[in-house]
């Protein structure tokens, strides 16, 4: 089964920062939009942000100002540069990407925990 490759995630002070990446393996052809989620312990997975292959990003507003998503086309990477964590923040963050075709693809999961 074909899955993307996070890394980044940890433990951090609130306040502090971290940037998590995630790589599609060069074998999913055709992705448009790359994104992160997040899931909380007993709580739905929520989009973090998106961007589209051109460039275009759709942020959700508890994250706007703190939270930036950024890609490499050529390497198939999407990041997310993330500062002024909040306790709030803390979950298990999900890379996907979802290709022309309708298929998405999810990675396993990377552990963000903000300390108070």
């Known amino acids: 089964q074909v899955q993307l490759v996070e890394s980044g995630g940890g433990l951090v002070q609130a306040g502090g920062s971290l940037r998590l990446s995630c790589a599609a393996p060069?074998?999913?052809?055709?992705?448009?939009?790359m994104g992160w989620y997040r899931q909380a312990p007993g709580n739905q997975r929520d989009l973090v942000a998106t961007i589209a292959t051109g460039g275009v990003t759709d942020t959700a507003d508890s994250v706007k100002g703190r939270f930036t998503i950024s890609r490499d086309n050529a390497k198939n990477t999407v990041y997310l540069q993330m500062n002024s964590l909040k306790p709030e923040d803390t979950a298990v963050y999900y890379c996907a990407a979802r290709t022309m075709f309708g298929r998405t693809f999810w990675g396993p999961g990377t552990q963000v925990t903000v300390s108070s």
């Open positions: 060069i074998n999913i052809f055709g992705i448009s939009t």
